[in-house]
């Protein structure tokens, strides 16, 4: 329940936007869903722990939260298994949310300059993602975020299918697909890129 603790959040102002936001969704899954509305028949608590609590919480909503921690060794300790600097991924996970909404409404993404919360570039490590992403030829293109996602598969050891299914698309559209997503010339030379057919 420490997600509730005001000390833990930068800005108070957020973290009361962030439980209100929670809570309409805790409301909504409560009503909806038998799983939730068991336990809140059965616990009597007005909030759920963190990790009942992610189970209704929209991306956007648990973005917000990750965002606004203050607590910077409980922000490492969330980045960590991702591989990459908790600064970088607090700021890659909105742009994450831009994209995924994008994706969730049936939006152009695949040429699609995503200027909503640009995807910051890496200062020093992840080091082939900072290779990937410097080398892009357009920094609001997919090209970075296709980089970024790669990554965070392969470190969540999640990247096999994702990553073929990937490639496929990439290599039935071929040059002008890559091109119009911010692909640089020869990526499949890039450290992360390598091994695509």
Request: a positive charge.
């Amino acid at each position: 329940m420490a997600y509730l603790e005001p000390h833990i959040h930068e800005r108070l102002d957020h973290h009361l936007q962030n439980l209100e936001a929670l809570a309409r969704e805790w409301r909504r899954a409560s009503k909806d869903d038998v799983i939730f509305r068991h336990y809140r028949v059965e616990y009597h608590e007005a909030w759920p722990p963190i990790w009942f609590a992610c189970e209704v919480m929209s991306f956007g909503t648990l973005s917000r939260f990750f965002a606004n921690l203050r607590d910077i060794p409980l922000s490492q300790a969330i980045a960590a298994p991702f591989g990459m600097p908790h600064s970088f991924l607090k700021e890659a996970v909105k742009h994450l949310v831009v994209v995924r909404n994008i994706a969730a409404h049936h939006g152009r993404l695949w040429d699609r300059e995503i200027s909503a919360y640009t995807l910051p570039y890496v200062r020093k490590n992840p080091r082939e993602l900072k290779e990937a992403m410097e080398r892009a030829t357009h920094p609001q293109r997919l090209f970075r975020t296709l980089s970024l996602l790669l990554l965070l598969m392969k470190n969540l050891g999640r990247d096999g299918e994702w990553r073929g299914r990937l490639f496929d698309v990439l290599s039935q559209y071929g040059p002008y697909l890559q091109e119009r997503m911010g692909f640089p010339p020869g990526f499949r030379g890039l450290t992360l890129w390598q091994g695509m057919p």
